[in-house]
Nanobody, 119 residues
């Protein structure tokens, strides 16, 4: 089993910055990729950024140039540095870990952390 716990959310003014963390515990040795997703109130969950086990990254167009995803494998921690935040970045941010188990990919999710950007 894998457990993911997000932290670092909060209330920030537009133009400000926040750094989210996701601490992973359990057997994460076969992680394929980790990522950050967000869900604005009343809307569907959307992918923000992912990072593969080899360090390749991919970002949603809406956050390119403003957000940076990184992972510290020694600490089993995923980060999301968010700069120049906009009100449309508001939502619950979730951490995901996709792990290979017996030849198939299993998704694990954290419970989320709220990010609110005021205008």
């Amino acid at each position: 089993q894998v457990q993911l716990v997000e932290s670092g959310g909060g209330l920030v003014q537009a133009g400000g910055s926040l750094t989210l963390s996701c601490a992973a515990s359990g057997d994460t040795r076969s992680s394929n990729f980790m990522g950050w997703f967000r869900q604005p109130t009343g809307k569907q969950r959307e992918r923000v950024a992912i990072i593969t086990a080899s360090g390749d990254t991919d970002y949603a167009d809406s956050v390119k140039g403003r957000f940076v995803i990184s992972r510290d494998n020694a600490r089993n921690t995923l980060y999301l540095q968010m700069n120049n935040l906009k009100p449309e970045d508001t939502g619950v941010y979730f951490c995901k870990d996709a792990i290979w188990i017996d030849g198939s990919l299993h998704d694990y999710w954290g419970r989320g952390t709220q990010v609110t950007v005021s205008s």
